[in-house]
């Protein structure tokens, strides 16, 4: 029977077209091709920012072209990139750590009316504080140093993955979970086959927001309590008036962000592919 079966079958996927999987190199120019409008709308603002400050006299300390920042950052860029290397250090070391507290916590906020009730409403206190208020206090209990930067970048990070995160849990449907505890189903096999995925896409939601608000975190800290680091030569170079390397840390740090940003995003293609987000909309279109 099961030999007859896969006969039958046998013809069908035979006659289906063979689908062949695009490079990277084709999937490099896919994505060009769909941010070419934002590439060519770049590429006016630069030469509008090139022309501008030369045809209206403007100070370079005022608005330096693009190609004076340019040339500024190739004179500085060891020192730059050394101090870049730090920044990220701390990004990323307060954005894990926000992860790693933030996902099980909302769980635990999910599953129990207990927490729900006593962590929930002093969340929502906490999040209307400035977080850059509260810095100096790091300084004074932590003193200079990596772990009230990384603090400060936890506290912008925490409450928006945390959210989105509870947000997520909650979205799960009540009736595909009674009907998957109707079949015996073991809560961790719920967990893993329905509630995690379900709420994924909420999930990851709040960590691209957590990447913006963290890089963020890392250069304002650096503003306030470090003696050395991107932050800390941004508020060097104000000092000095060099804006043409105050454009060019503020376009590196940038760069960080963005990488951080589209990984967390490739994260997410490869965790939840058959989400709508994730649906090429040229594929969709056709």
Do not use: C
């Not at 490099?28 to 045809?55: D, N, S, Y």
């Not at 920042?69 to 990220?88: E, H, K, M, P, Y």
């Not at 603090?151 to 998957?180: E, K, N, W, Y």
């Not at 470090?226 to 940038?254: K, Q």
């Amino acid at each position: 029977m099961e030999v007859s079966q896969a006969q039958a079958q046998s013809p069908a996927a035979s006659s289906r077209p063979h689908v062949k999987r695009a490079g990277a190199g084709a999937r490099f120019v896919a994505m060009l091709k769909r941010r070419q409008l934002v590439l060519l709308t770049l590429f006016i603002l630069l030469a509008a920012w090139e022309i501008a400050p030369r045809a209206l006299n403007i100070p370079d300390y005022l608005l330096p072209p693009p190609s004076q920042v340019l040339t500024a950052f190739l004179g500085q860029w060891q020192r730059t990139l050394a101090a870049t290397w730090i920044t990220t250090t701390v990004m990323l070391g307060g954005y894990l750590i926000a992860i790693v507290v933030s996902i099980p916590l909302a769980l635990l906020i999910v599953s129990s009316r207990v927490v729900e009730d006593t962590v929930e409403p002093i969340m929502l206190v906490f999040q209307v504080i400035p977080k850059i208020a509260i810095a100096p206090l790091f300084i004074v209990w932590f003193g200079f140093g990596y772990t009230p930067k990384t603090m400060l970048v936890f506290l912008l990070a925490f409450f928006p993955i945390t959210l989105s995160a509870v947000a997520g849990f909650r979205a799960v449907d009540p009736d595909i979970m009674d009907l998957a505890r109707s079949t015996g189903a073991s809560r961790w096999s719920m967990f893993r086959k329905i509630k995690l995925p379900q709420a994924l896409p909420q999930i990851f939601t709040g960590l691209k927001v957590g990447v913006a608000l963290a890089s963020t975190g890392a250069v304002v800290a650096e503003f306030i309590a470090s003696d050395r680091g991107l932050g800390y030569l941004l508020l060097e170079w104000r000092g000095e008036l060099d804006t043409p390397m105050v454009f060019a840390g503020v376009f590196v740090i940038s760069f960080v962000g963005i990488v951080v940003y589209y990984a967390v995003e490739a994260i997410e293609r490869i965790t939840i592919p058959w989400h709508a987000s994730q649906r090429d909309p040229a594929a969709m279109g056709a």
